[in-house]
């Protein structure tokens, strides 16, 4: 199998609603925020943070990771896809498409 196929490269997506009505809720937020941006993932929208990955294995260790850095209150959803179905993404602003993402060609090296 192709080392770089589409259907082996990943995309982990993190989506989160977390509560920011007191002092100590917005200190978790951006806590959260900030390991999520620490372990790789960039924003995609506010709160919807995504990283690519090459593989599944890889994308696994990202999702344990994200696990454990759920903060105590609020809500928080992982999807874990192919990068064809990334890439099949439709995307748009003010019912503009947009152009599509670039695929960053990294080698994940441990």
Known sequence: MDRF????????LVFFDLPTDTKKERKAYAKFRKDLIQDGFTMFQF???????????????HIKRVKSLLPEYGEVGILCI???????MEIFSAAKAQEEMKVPLQLTIF
């Open 5 to 12: 196929s589409e259907y082996r490269l990943m995309w982990v």
């Open 47 to 61: 709160s919807i943070y995504i990283r690519h990955c090459p593989s599944h294995e890889n994308a696994q260790v």
């Open 82 to 88: 192919t990068d064809k179905q990334f890439g099949a």
